[in-house]
């Protein structure tokens, strides 16, 4: 795993979650998100997922090797932005798929 990350810190390649425009400091979210992540663990008696375990170690490593740069895990919430985007489409489709009023074009790339 240390050697993945060295080589993509060495060849300047992005590691998705770390590094913030606004935060020098972990991303307080981050922090607040695996406290209620391990007390819900802890509570209901989980083992650890393989991911998480991961997420931690990953963590950890670049921790060590970028915190004197002043790089630290954040929270990617991409997927919560385009998940109404997602679901809204099939909704906004549905209506008109059930009057009949929905016809296919063709192909409008051309």
């Given at each position: 795993?240390?050697?993945y990350?060295?080589?993509?810190?060495?060849?300047?390649?992005?590691?998705?979650?770390?590094?913030?425009?606004?935060?020098?400091?972990?991303?307080?979210?981050a922090?607040i998100?695996?406290?209620?992540?391990?007390?819900?663990?802890k509570?209901?008696?989980?083992?650890?997922?393989?991911?998480?375990?991961?997420?931690?170690?990953?963590?950890?490593?670049?921790?060590?090797?970028?915190?004197?740069?002043?790089?630290?895990?954040?929270?990617?919430?991409?997927?919560?932005?385009?998940?109404?985007?997602?679901?809204?489409?099939?909704?906004?489709?549905?209506?008109?798929?059930?009057?009949g009023?929905?016809?296919?074009?063709?192909?409008?790339?051309?």
């Amino acid at each position: 795993m240390r050697a993945y990350i060295e080589n993509r810190l060495k060849n300047k390649a992005v590691i998705w979650g770390l590094g913030h425009r606004e935060y020098s400091v972990k991303d307080p979210r981050a922090k607040i998100l695996q406290g209620m992540i391990e007390a819900y663990i802890k509570k209901n008696n989980i083992a650890l997922s393989k991911r998480f375990e991961i997420a931690l170690e990953v963590e950890r490593i670049c921790e060590e090797l970028l915190s004197v740069k002043g790089v630290y895990p954040n929270v990617i919430f991409i997927q919560v932005f385009y998940m109404p985007r997602f679901l809204k489409f099939p909704a906004s489709i549905h209506p008109d798929f059930c009057n009949g009023t929905l016809k296919w074009l063709g192909c409008t790339l051309a």
